[in-house]
T-cell receptor, first 110, second 113 residues
Framework: QQPVQSPQAVILREGEDAVINCSSSKALYSVHWYRQKHGEAPVFLMILLKGGEQKGHEKISASFNEKKQQSSLYLTASQLSYSGTYFCGTEYGAGNKLTFGGGTRVLVKP | DADVTQTPRNRITKTGKRIMLECSQTKGHDRMYWYRQDPGLGLRLIYYSFDVKDINKGEISDGYSVSRQAQAKFSLSLESAIPNQTALYFC????????????FGDGTRLSIL
């Protein structure tokens, strides 16, 4: 079953913060985050394994809440380069395939 | 050179034609995947292969078939193309270790008239 991402879209001014959520109705083994710029391939950002760890990539970080079966991606002090569509991919067992959410479109304006 | 190469990059064809999309990789990864992307629907898995002898259906395999010719090559075929298969298709690879990142090709934009 596809994870649900929210919001579907967000518009930010440079320097502002945003949070993107990825929720699952099934128990998660891991959550992957990818960013896709218009007309390009998705690019890997980070993986979070169950256990609630937090990771970072530039000023983008993420957390994994095992109780809620939810991961959140934090865009801090956003830059123009952060614009794109962010996808979470959920893994329901070790070594299994990913199921991707519908994506969150992020636009960062000057 | 790209690590994951998809050919062709763009293709326009007619309903009923047989089409093959090809993917080759130089990353040495065992796992390969084919996804379809439609606006607003994210990436949906068509087929995946964890090694040369292992082929698995994804969530939307109807109307598609695949061939894993070698560790480095994974082809997707549309036996008789129909207009609702118009989409952006991505190939991806990953290492066989648990929970590894997927690396995507640049995509094939397919239009079926």
């Amino acid at each position: 079953q596809q994870p649900v991402q929210s919001p579907q879209a967000v518009i930010l001014r440079e320097g502002e913060d945003a949070v993107i959520n990825c929720s699952s109705s099934k128990a998660l083994y891991s959550v992957h985050w990818y960013r896709q710029k218009h007309g390009e391939a998705p690019v890997f950002l980070m993986i979070l394994l169950k256990g609630g760890e937090q990771k970072g990539h530039e000023k983008i970080s993420a957390s994994f809440n095992e109780k809620k079966q939810q991961s959140s991606l934090y865009l801090t002090a956003s830059q123009l380069s952060y614009s794109g569509t962010y996808f979470c991919g959920t893994e329901y067992g070790a070594g299994n395939k990913l199921t991707f959410g519908g994506g969150t479109r992020v636009l960062v304006k000057p | 050179d790209a690590d994951v190469t998809q050919t062709p990059r763009n293709r326009i064809t007619k309903t009923g034609k047989r089409i093959m999309l090809e993917c080759s990789q130089t990353k040495g990864h065992d796992r390969m995947y084919w996804y379809r992307q439609d606006p607003g629907l994210g990436l949906r898995l068509i087929y995946y292969s964890f090694d040369v002898k292992d082929i698995n259906k994804g969530e939307i395999s109807d109307g598609y078939s695949v061939s894993r010719q070698a560790q480095a090559k994974f082809s997707l075929s549309l036996e008789s193309a129909i207009p609702n298969q118009t989409a952006l298709y991505f190939c991806a690879t990953s290492d066989l270790r648990v929970s590894q990142p997927q690396h995507f090709g640049d995509g094939t934009r397919l239009s079926i008239l």
